[in-house]
């Protein structure tokens, strides 16, 4: 089993950059972000557990993230690649990560860090936007619907902000990166496997730069 691993602060552009480069990788896109989230929304126990953290910008304890994330793996095929995104964010959830791909023959490959100015982050959250159709992500300042308050993709008119995205918890969640989740690059770049990508202006841009980095 191959893995890969984004990391980067809360809005530096995780998600987006997954989905450019799925299809151009044999990657399997696993986000635990979106993973809580339709557990929310589908009020299963693990949402119940997950609800309150996401709303004030916390951390989810690492053991219920761990949960989903070796069911997860645990429903796909030995052969199966996966690129990470927003997991691990804490020292105990790699070391978590390691032991289990460790068990199932696997190893980490890369963990692509993506670099963004702080003032652009902060930007990118508050006018990030998503479609309640089909979940494109939308940015009002960089990169807007083409027609204002429609999706490009599906055509839906509910494009909703995050209920995290607000900016009381967005600097709660930067704060939470800083403490919690910077600390990752250290222990990624002293097991050589880090890589630094752009990812400071278009999706476009970070994609080609991640692409032509990726071994
Ligand atoms: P994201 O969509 O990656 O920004 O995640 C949204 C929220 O889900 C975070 O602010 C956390 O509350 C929670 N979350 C997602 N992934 C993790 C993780 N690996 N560890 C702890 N909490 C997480």
Same mark, same amino acid.
Not at 71 to 100: H, V
Not at 131 to 155: E, S, T
Not at 187 to 193: L, T
């Given at each position: 089993?191959?893995?890969?691993?984004?990391?980067?602060?809360?809005?530096?552009?995780?998600?987006?950059?997954?989905?450019?480069?799925?299809?151009?990788?044999?990657?399997?896109?696993?986000?635990?972000?979106?993973?809580?989230?339709?557990?929310?929304?589908?009020?299963?126990?693990?949402?119940?557990? #997950?609800?309150?953290?996401?709303?004030? &910008?916390?951390?989810?304890?690492?053991? !219920?993230?761990?949960?989903? =994330?070796?069911? %997860? /793996?645990?429903?796909?095929?030995?052969?199966?690649?996966?690129?990470?995104?927003?997991?691990?964010?804490?020292?105990?959830?790699?070391?978590?990560?390691?032991?289990?791909? #460790?068990?199932?023959?696997?190893?980490? &490959?890369?963990?692509?860090?993506?670099? !963004?100015?702080?003032?652009? =982050?902060?930007? %990118? /959250?508050?006018?990030?936007?998503?479609?309640?159709?089909?979940?494109?992500?939308?940015?009002?300042?960089?990169?807007?619907?083409?027609?204002?308050?429609?999706?490009?993709?599906?055509?839906?008119?509910?494009?909703?902000?995050?209920?995290?995205?607000?900016?009381?918890?967005?600097?709660?969640?930067?704060?939470?990166?800083?403490?919690?989740?910077?600390?990752?690059?250290?222990?990624?770049?002293?097991?050589?496997?880090?890589?630094?990508?752009?990812?400071?202006?278009?999706?476009?841009?970070?994609?080609?730069?991640?692409?032509?980095?990726?071994?």
């Amino acid at each position: 089993m191959k893995a890969i691993i984004l990391l980067g602060a809360p809005g530096a552009g995780k998600g987006t950059l997954a989905e450019r480069v799925r299809t151009a990788t044999p990657y399997q896109h696993v986000s635990t972000g979106d993973m809580l989230r339709a557990a929310v929304k589908a009020a299963t126990p693990t949402g119940l557990d #997950a609800k309150g953290y996401m709303e004030r &910008g916390e951390l989810v304890p690492d053991e !219920v993230i761990l949960r989903i =994330i070796e069911e %997860r /793996l645990a429903s796909g095929a030995p052969e199966d690649a996966y690129m990470f995104d927003g997991f691990p964010r804490t020292i105990a959830q790699a070391k978590a990560l390691d032991a289990m791909l #460790a068990r199932l023959g696997g190893a980490i &490959g890369q963990v692509f860090v993506l670099d !963004v100015p702080n003032d652009t =982050i902060v930007k %990118r /959250l508050s006018g990030r936007r998503i479609c309640r159709g089909c979940g494109a992500v939308y940015n009002l300042a960089a990169i807007p619907p083409k027609v204002p308050g429609v999706c490009d993709h599906c055509g839906g008119n509910d494009l909703y902000q995050r209920p995290d995205d607000t900016e009381a918890t967005v600097l709660n969640r930067l704060d939470v990166y800083e403490k919690q989740t910077a600390a990752l690059i250290d222990y990624y770049r002293e097991k050589g496997v880090l890589v630094r990508v752009d990812a400071s202006t278009t999706p476009e841009a970070a994609a080609e730069d991640m692409l032509s980095k990726l071994r």
